[in-house]
C-alpha cells in the first residue's frame, strides 16, 4: 500500500547526497498532496468566508435579500455525504479518483477570490512533508492532545514533538526548520 513515506522515499533515493528537491520531484509527490487533502478536508485551516449578496437569492428555501452578507463555511461543505462518502473517515485515496465536484473541496475557497497563496502553500507543504518523513522519526509528546478551535483548529498546547534524526534515511543533507511553541 503506497504511503507518504514509500513515495518520498522513492523521490529521495534517485537523488544524490545533498541534492536539492526540485518542481518535478514535487508534481510526483502525488499520494502525499491527497494525505494533504484529506488533512484539510476534514480539519480545514480556515473555517470559509462572508461574500454579498449581489441579487435576491432562495436557497435550499431561504430568501437572500440582495446585500445581505453570507457565510460560506468549508466544514459543513466538507462533511457533507452528498460530496464525500463516509465524510468522518480518514482516506486520502478519495482524492486519487477523480470524483471531486466543483466547489465541493474549498479549504482554499474558490471563485475570483480564490486563495492566490495556493500553490505557494502546496509547495511548502510537499517539501516540508518530504524532510520531515524521509529525514526524521518524530513522536507526540502528548498522545491525546486535544484540538482546540480559536477560530482555527489549532492543538491545545502547540503540538509538542520530539525529533529523531533518522540516519538511515539521511542521503539529503537539506532539513527543514520545525519550529515547535
Ligand atoms: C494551507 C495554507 C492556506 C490556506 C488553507 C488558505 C486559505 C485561504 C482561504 C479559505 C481564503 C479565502 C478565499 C475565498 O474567499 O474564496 C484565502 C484568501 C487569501 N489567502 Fe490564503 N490560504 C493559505 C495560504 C496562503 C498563503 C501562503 C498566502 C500568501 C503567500 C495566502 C494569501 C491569501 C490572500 C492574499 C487571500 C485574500 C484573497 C482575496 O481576498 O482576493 N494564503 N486563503
Redesign the pocket.
Known sequence: MLSCFTEQVEIQKLKAPGEFLTWNDTQKMKYTWCVVCEV?RLS???H??FREAIADFSYAGFTIPKGWKVFWS?HSTHKNPKYFRDPEKFDPSRFERNGIEPYSF??????P??????E??RL??LVFMHNVVTQFRWEKVIQDEKIIYMSIPMPACGLPITLHPDHKNSVNVRVAQVNVP
Open positions: 484539510m480545514p485551516p480556515g470559509g468566508g468549508v474549498v479549504p482554499f475557497g474558490g471563485g477570490r480564490m486563495c492566490p497563496g495556493k505557494y502553500a511548502a507543504i
